[in-house]
Each structure stands twice: as C-alpha cells, then as structure tokens.
C-alpha cells in the first residue's frame, strides 16, 4: 500500500487499525495463517485491546479474516 492510500484509509477507519491490518499482513505464514495472539498483537503495534478486536471485527465482515481458533487466523490475501 502506498504512502496516498494508507493516508485515505487511515482517515476513514483510523491510523491503529491500518496499522494493525500492516502487522498482520506482514505476519502471514507460507500458509497464509497468523499464528499470534491478541496480546502479543497489541504489544507489536502499540494499540488496546479493543482497538484490535474492532480491526478483526472490520475484517471478518469484510469477509478477509477468519478466526480458527486462540491466537491462529486466517487472513485472505486473494
């Protein structure tokens, strides 16, 4: 994502979010899983709890984020 659609993006759903969405992306394992939990999730990006349950809440009913189970997610990356 370029420096022009992170700016749009952070404006209309807020900096810590595209952040988060910027750390997870960057978490993907070669079998497209994130293997991390919640807390350690707000510890990398510097964000609240909350903050990051709405940012998995925003991507699961964008229908890109599926929770299999504590601390593993799949996140599509089409």
């Known amino acids: 994502m370029n420096d022009i659609e992170k700016s749009i993006f952070s404006a209309i759903h807020g900096e810590k979010k595209i952040q988060i969405i910027d750390f997870l992306i960057q978490n ?37 984020f599926k929770k299999i189970k504590n601390g593993v997610y799949e996140l599509k990356t089409f």
């Open 28 to 64: 993907i394992g070669e079998h497209g899983f994130i293997n991390l939990k919640i807390d350690e999730i707000c510890k990398a990006t510097n964000t609240s709890k909350p903050t990051v349950l709405q940012t998995f809440k925003l991507l699961e009913n964008a229908k890109v």
